[in-house]
């Protein structure tokens, strides 16, 4: 089993950033991808980035509104993956989930990820 924590939610002026971080622990894998997710209130789980992890292939996605602000990366030696946000608008406000899965596929389907962690809150004041 898989147990995923997640960290570093928070309110934050539009203009600011933040760090997200994703604890890692449990079985884990040689090759997986891990992935962040966000959910409004009132709407659905949407994609934000994903990266693969595997000793030789790393690859990122991000979706498009939050290209050039966030970037997905990976502390292997602490079993961590981070999100770091910049440049945060309002619009970025939602609890952020991080998931993973088996595979070197970076994937944007939520349904195409098999464990979940709790979620963070993340508040953009305008």
């Known amino acids: 089993q898989v147990q995923l924590v997640e960290s570093g939610g928070g309110l934050v002026q539009a203009g600011g950033s933040l760090r997200l971080s994703c604890a890692v622990s449990g079985r884990t894998f040689n090759t997986y991808v891990m992935g962040w997710f966000r959910q409004a209130p009132g709407k659905e789980r949407e994609f934000v980035a994903a990266?693969?992890?595997?000793?030789?292939?790393?690859?990122?996605k991000y979706v498009d509104s939050v290209k050039g602000r966030f970037t997905i990366s990976r502390d292997g030696a602490k079993d961590t993956v981070f999100l770091q946000m910049n440049s945060l608008k309002p619009e970025d406000t939602a609890v952020y989930y991080c998931?993973?899965?088996?595979?070197?596929?970076?994937?944007?389907?939520?349904?195409?990820?098999?464990?979940w962690g709790q979620g963070t809150q993340v508040t953009v004041s305008s």
């Open positions: 998931a993973a899965a088996l595979g070197v596929t970076t994937r944007v389907d939520s349904t195409q990820y098999e464990y």
């Open positions: 990266i693969s992890i595997s000793w030789n292939y790393r690859n990122t």
